[in-house]
Nanobody, 115 residues
Framework: QVQLVESGGGLVQPGGSLRLSCAASGFTFSSYAMGWYRQAPGKQRELVAAITSGSSTNYADSVKGRFTISRDNAKKMVYLQMNSLSPEDTAVYYC?????????WGQGTQVTVSS
């Protein structure tokens, strides 16, 4: 069955870094566009970063220059390197896979930025 398993979240101080990972299985990973979304308490889920099957990327304005999305098709992994974190980045981060009508989500990983 399809699985997206996020890891790497945690508590970090402002200005710090975290690297999120998403392990995919159960589908043809290389064909899918992959994305990272986040949802803060009381807010809607929003796109943070996405990477196409051809490795083109796009980012939310709020994270440009600080976050980097990447993928490893051989390992069926997608990553989100997050630098210069601020309290506004606190949220549950979700991994997403899309291809045609197929749309899969992970269970999320909590990122808390606090001193």
């Amino acid at each position: 069955q399809v699985q997206l398993v996020e890891s790497g979240g945690g508590l970090v101080q402002p200005g710090g870094s975290l690297r999120l990972s998403c392990a995919a299985s159960g589908f043809t990973f290389s064909s899918y566009a992959m994305g990272w979304y986040r949802q803060a308490p009381g807010k809607q889920r929003e796109l943070v970063a996405a990477i196409t099957s051809g490795s083109s990327t796009n980012y939310a304005d709020s994270v440009k220059g600080r976050f980097t999305i990447s993928r490893d098709n051989a390992k069926k992994m997608v990553y989100l390197q997050m630098n210069s974190l601020s309290p506004e980045d606190t949220a549950v981060y979700y991994c997403n896979a899309v291809w045609g009508w197929s749309n899969y989500w992970g269970q999320g990983t909590q990122v808390t930025v606090s001193s």
